[in-house]
């Protein structure tokens, strides 16, 4: 498994372990984002790491995140330093672009291309 897809699934463990552990009312936003639906998104994403395409990893990835900020579970900087320990729990050093859209300051350009 590459380093992008190994650290997008180590963040799903992490949304997960979240999810599972914040007392999050997730009731009143829509169904897409409650707490059974993005449990049910992480462990996608866990099982399928080595087999979908890395754009469909990071935006699953992203959409769970963005979930648990939604619901209060996480906050914006929760969120960054997820993608830190994940690196630390791997041993993965240097740059990659998981978290490029993280930064408000510096504008990254985006490949819509198909997933192929």
């Known amino acids: 498994m ?6 997008v699934a180590a963040m799903a463990e992490q949304c997960r372990d979240c999810l599972r552990e914040a007392p999050c009312d997730s009731s009143h936003l829509p169904q897409p984002l409650h707490t059974k639906h993005l449990l049910w998104m992480c462990d996608q994403i866990e099982s399928h790491a080595d087999d979908w395409p890395t754009t469909k990893l990071h935006r699953w990835i992203g959409f769970i995140q963005c ?50």
């Open 2 to 7: 590459g380093n992008d897809r190994m650290l």
């Open 67 to 116: 979930g648990l900020m939604a619901s209060r579970a996480l906050s914006f900087e929760q969120v960054k330093n997820m993608f830190d320990l994940s690196k630390a729990a791997y041993g993965i050093e240097g740059d990659t672009d998981l978290v490029d859209h993280l930064d408000s300051t510096s504008a990254f350009e985006i490949d819509i291309g198909g997933e192929g």
